[in-house]
């Protein structure tokens, strides 16, 4: 008995489907012959891939593919193509969304395998620090600073404020507390906001009484019309308060009165000063 093959019949030599075939003959004493066929169909499995572990990243820019564990049948070799990463939920760049690359191993006969890896990012939120707390003479005073902000991923920002808003005393007066507001808000909409105070220290007002006088009889006493001054462009209202005895005999010679002038400022802030008439 004699063989001969395998030989290629049909299809892709040492691939899935391929048919070979083994012709065998006997020949007797006398030279005769006779010969028959058997047929091999290769069934050849299909190469496996199994890809990196999914991965939650910080931002877009730290995607990248790794390297996925294939195998093949028959020690074929080989070749790994990827395709993406692509988005497939979310906002491109921003805090939660996915994305995914698909890697493809295929074997020297064509056949394939893929399989996915899913990329999560978890975007920080921008951060902002308010510019410090201030005292102030004045409400008009009041003016927004600059923060410091910072955002993930090379992302830009924009920062708005809100107020100044009075949270404590009278508005515009001594001892007054306002706050402004700022928010940083980075290009996938997440914010962060911090605020500044500020305190008024709003002066006093100030009066300056006339001269003191001497007057022939006390009928002659009248009050005059002190300097005042306010701050913050306040009103101001003065009050008197007198004439009082405060030495002798009333209307005798040598006899002395004052005269209490009080400016009282839009806040209710006060000062006083006195004439005296001899």
């Known amino acids: 008995v004699s063989t001969d093959g395998p030989t290629l019949t049909s299809g892709a030599d ?13 020949t007797d004493e006398c030279g005769q012959s006779a010969n028959c066929t058997q047929t091999f169909t290769l069934d050849v499995a299909a190469p496996t891939i199994e890809c990196p572990a999914d991965a939650v990243v910080d931002c877009y820019d730290d995607i990248t593919a790794g ?20 988005l497939v939920s979310g906002t491109d760049g921003c805090d939660g969304s996915e994305y995914e690359i ?17 990329f999560t990012l978890n ?9 410090a707390d201030a005292v102030v003479d004045c409400y008009d ?20 404020t809100e107020g100044p808003s009075l949270i404590s005393g009278a508005d515009g007066c001594d001892g007054a507390e306002y706050e402004i507001v700022y928010t940083v ?23 300056e009484c006339p001269v003191d006088a001497i007057v022939d009889c006390v009928d002659d006493i ?3 019309t002190p300097t005042t001054t306010t701050a913050c462009g306040q009103g ?13 005999d009333a209307g005798c010679d040598g006899a002395t009165y004052e005269i209490t002038y009080t400016v009282t400022d839009d806040c209710g802030q006060r000062a006083s000063c006195t004439q005296t008439f001899t």
């Open 102 to 118: 698909v890697y493809t191993v295929t074997d020297d006969c064509g056949q394939r395998a893929s399989c996915t890896q899913t």
């Open 185 to 207: 808000t980075d290009d996938c909409g997440q914010r962060a906001s911090c605020t500044q105070t500020f305190t008024l220290d709003v002066a006093a007002p100030t009066i």
């Open 123 to 131: 975007v920080d939120a921008p951060t902002i620090t308010c510019p």
């Open 67 to 86: 390297t996925p564990a294939t195998s093949t049948a028959c020690e074929q070799g080989s070749s790994v193509s990827t395709e993406g990463p692509s």
């Open 222 to 224: 009248a009050a005059g």
């Open 236 to 248: 101001g209202d003065v009050s008197t308060d007198g004439p009082s005895l405060i030495s002798g």
């Open 141 to 160: 005073d009041i003016t927004a600073g600059t923060p410091t902000t910072s955002t993930a991923c090379e992302q830009g920002s924009s920062v708005s």
């Open 14 to 26: 040492g691939c899935d489907g391929a048919t070979y075939e083994i012709v065998y003959t006997v």
